[in-house]
């Protein structure tokens, strides 16, 4: 346990010390959703509209992004040999790690919601809706990444390629996510069940997330 | 003996000659790359590499 | 005829060799015997004659499903198994079930512009297939990405597995999305309402589908079993030319030393 815990607190402090990638997370969020204006048209109601969309899209980039790098620098510096050799199962301390990363990368999105909220016009209500699910779903955005980060350290690729593979998985969160802060914000629809799918989407991806990452890592570092 | 396909025989014709041409490119593809493999086996084999096992590494099947 | 007989790569090859004939000629009678048929089933009363579409529409959306699973239990062999001809079965199955995958979105958009007025509506049956589309380019990309034949196939697996979990969820979430946006389902053909005029014919075509996928489906591996042959015979040749080569420099780095010497 305490060596789950000081993995956590290590790549938590890696994360936000200088180099690490972690509130670039948010320059991106924020960028992100500062471009769709002019995208779309700078017309409020309408990006009232979209807003939960276009914040859920943002996040769901940023913390893909961010994932890039969650087992390659360790792959470089020769530390994931030691936790793959360490006598914590790698399952736990691929959890370990992914949960510092959310922590470090997701946590910062959501603190960011509110002041995105303001600029796309939406109301305190909407914005509670959208961070709520956020809170709920990035956990799932992050566990599910963490595959394709296994894989882009096993196979020395990133970039792209781990987004081609990771982006489909991850529409059934986009799909709930957005459909719950829509639902609470204007739908006929109860946010309760959207809401509690998001949460089993959740659940799942921390107990699928964590087995494949190590598979992935068992079976492809030499 | 004519078939009638009503007003969408286009659409009909097509999603047939469309499947008929992905299956054709399957089946060039598996035999044109099962040539490819057997002339570069011959190649090697000729070029005096052998296979651990010191069988010929064209088997003919 | 058991998987372990089938582990050796050359015994495949054999009886590979010996069975192809007898897949490809009962395929292609099937695949006869499924055209006529279809050819001549009566026309849809609501839909008139674009019904035909869906004898090929059906099987190649069939196949979409039944390659992955293919591929996962071929992936399970490479992960658990480790048997030796797992990952040249996953590998060959890609391509054809993304081709599949694709004639089963294009007959399907085919179909759809009679009976919607617009060639892709954001139905939930097609928008499961263009997902699964995706997910087979991911994996083919996957598999190109790397040099390393076994590193790709083992990341693959992994991959594979990761997808025939996620694909139920996927379609069930992409199901509750549609139903959310678009409450009235334009097509709707259960299974237990077709009529025998039509499932005949339909079950004919998925049959002899079936059995031109298995039929490519060993042809491939058996091209893949050769590319490796290859691979390994070149690296061998390589291996012997680096050799030789690395004897001169010797020699020469020799000749120089008694020179400065």
Redesign the interface.
């Known amino acids: 346990m305490t060596a789950l815990a000081a993995l956590i607190r290590r790549d938590i402090r890696i994360a936000l010390r200088v180099g690490g990638g972690a509130l670039i997370g948010v320059l991106f969020f924020l960028t992100v959703v500062v471009l769709m204006p002019f995208a779309v048209g700078p017309d409020l109601a309408q990006l009232a509209r979209l807003g939960p969309a276009i914040l859920w899209l943002g996040a769901l980039l940023a913390s893909l992004l961010t994932l890039d790098r969650l087992f390659m620098a360790d792959h470089e510096d020769g530390s994931l040999d030691l936790i793959t050799m360490s006598r914590t199962p790698l399952e736990l301390a691929c959890a370990a790690k992914a949960l510092a990363h959310w922590l470090a990368a997701g946590l910062p999105l959501i603190v960011a919601t509110p002041v995105l909220g303001l600029l796309l016009n939406l109301d305190m209500v909407a914005t509670g809706a959208v961070a709520l699910t956020l809170l709920v779903g990035t956990p799932a955005l992050t566990f599910t990444g963490m595959i394709g980060a296994a894989l882009a350290v096993t196979l020395h690729r990133g970039g792209l390629l781990m987004a081609v593979l990771v982006l489909p998985l991850s529409i059934p969160v986009l799909i709930f996510g957005v459909a719950a802060s829509q639902a609470a914000i204007t739908g006929p629809l109860s946010f309760g069940a959207p809401f509690s799918i998001l949460c089993a989407l959740s659940l799942v991806s921390l107990v699928i997330g964590p087995f494949a990452a190590a598979a992935s890592l068992k079976h492809g570092l030499d | 003996m004519m078939?009638?396909?009503?007003?969408?025989?286009s659409?009909?014709v097509?999603?047939?000659a469309?499947?008929a041409i992905?299956?054709a490119?399957?089946?060039g593809?598996?035999v044109l790359?099962?040539r490819n493999?057997?002339q570069?086996?011959r190649e090697?084999d000729r070029?005096g590499?052998t296979?651990r096992s010191g069988?010929s590494?064209v088997?003919t099947? | 005829m058991t998987l372990i007989d089938l582990a050796n790569p050359t015994r495949f090859l054999a009886l590979s060799a010996r069975v192809l004939p007898w897949l490809a000629a009962a395929t292609v009678i099937l695949l006869t015997i499924g055209l006529y048929q279809s050819a001549y089933a009566p026309d849809d009363y609501q839909q008139g004659a674009t019904v035909k579409i869906m004898f090929i529409h059906v099987p190649n959306a069939w196949l979409s499903m039944f390659v992955w699973g293919v591929m996962s239990v071929a992936s399970l062999g490479t992960l658990v198994w480790r048997h030796p001809l797992a990952d040249v079965a996953a590998k060959a199955a890609a391509p054809i079930g993304a081709s599949f995958t694709f004639l089963a979105l294009l007959t399907g958009s085919l179909w759809g512009r009679p009976m919607w007025g617009t060639y892709w509506e954001w139905d939930a049956r097609l928008t499961s297939v263009l997902i699964l589309f995706l997910m087979y380019l991911g994996l083919m990309a996957l598999w190109r990405a790397v040099e390393d034949p076994s590193r790709a196939a083992r990341a693959a697996a992994v991959l594979t597995l990761v997808g025939a979990i996620n694909l139920p969820i996927i379609k069930f979430s992409v199901d509750w999305w549609n139903t959310l946006h678009q409450p009235a389902s334009v097509m709707r053909m259960g299974g237990s309402t077709l009529d025998k005029a039509f499932l005949i014919p339909l079950l004919v075509m998925a049959v002899a589908f079936t059995l031109l996928f298995v039929t490519l489906h060993i042809a491939a591996m058996r091209n893949e079993i050769l590319r490796r042959r290859v691979r390994s015979l070149q690296m061998m040749q390589a291996s012997r030319i680096a050799f030789s080569s690395d004897v001169g420099t010797g020699s020469r780095q020799e000749n120089a030393s008694k020179g400065a010497a």
Not at chain 2, 3 to 9: H, Q, R, T, V
């Open positions: 078939i009638s396909l009503g007003p969408y025989a659409f009909i097509t999603s047939y469309a499947a992905v299956v490119i399957l089946i593809w598996v790359d099962y493999q057997t570069r086996l090697l070029s590499v296979r069988r590494a088997d099947p």
